[in-house]
């Protein structure tokens, strides 16, 4: 599967990347919403930083479902900010998963195992 990392911050990117290619999927980079606008269309799944230059994740994510093919994408939110309200602010713009920054590695990998099996 085709995944688009979209997060500002090189050691995420790295680390998430080595992570994916290890599990067999192709990885897109983008280092800002719009990059990951642009990208987001030949993803089958987006892992979206919520805090980035230019737009922020709740922005890419609103604008991602907002396209034709913004239903088929699976999008989930990576952020450090992990209350209740940020959670929700996140589902409610559209994202299939939100996950809090630290993340164990397995468990991301198999939730978005998960999402791709849908």
């Known amino acids: 599967m085709r995944i688009l990392v979209a997060d500002d911050e090189p050691h995420v990117v790295t680390a ?5 290619q290890r599990a ?13 606008l642009a990208l987001a269309p030949s993803s089958d799944l987006v892992l979206l930083d919520v805090m980035m230059p230019v ?3 709740h922005e890419v994510c609103r604008e991602i ?3 034709p093919e913004g239903g088929r994408v699976r999008i989930v939110m990576l ?3 992990g209350g209740q309200a940020d959670i929700e ?3 409610q713009a559209g994202a299939d998963l939100y ?3 630290p993340f164990s590695n397995q468990e991301l990998l198999g939730r978005i195992e998960g999402l791709l099996s849908r």
């Open 99 to 101: 996950v809090t920054k």
């Open 89 to 91: 602010k996140g589902l």
């Open 16 to 20: 998430l990347e080595f992570l994916l």
């Open 24 to 36: 067999g999927h192709q990885v897109l980079v983008a280092r800002d919403g719009v990059e990951a």
């Open 79 to 81: 952020s450090a900010k």
């Open 55 to 57: 737009l922020n994740g």
């Open 65 to 67: 479902r907002r396209r």
